[in-house]
């Protein structure tokens, strides 16, 4: 293996996804080019309804993806009760 096929190889399949949205059944010359690209198909009424979809899709992951309101909050509790705890060690029995 050459000293660069490795990279390469990596690269490559790192490589992001190829998608193919159709409303209908593809043509001879759309399949050859979808299978040779090793595409993912979606199917879709029209191009307003998939991109309608996506973007409610990309907004929920973006939404869900926030840290929760109160976690701040709790991480600030947390790391008070532990520097009270750590200060002031209670004798073992």
């Known amino acids: 293996m050459g000293q660069g096929a490795l990279p390469r190889r990596l690269a490559m399949s790192e490589s992001p996804a190829t998608y193919w949205a159709r409303r209908a059944h593809l043509n001879d010359q759309s399949r050859a080019l979808v299978l040779h690209r090793q595409a ?4 879709t009424d029209s191009a307003d309804a ?10 929920a992951i973006e939404r869900y993806s ?5 976690s701040a909050k709790l991480a ?5 009760w532990r520097g009270r705890r750590d200060s002031n060690p209670r004798p073992l029995p």
């Open 40 to 43: 993912i198909e979606l199917e």
């Open 50 to 59: 998939f991109f309608a979809t996506l973007e409610t899709k990309l907004d």
């Open 66 to 70: 926030e840290p929760h309101p109160a």
């Open 76 to 80: 600030a509790i947390d790391f008070e």
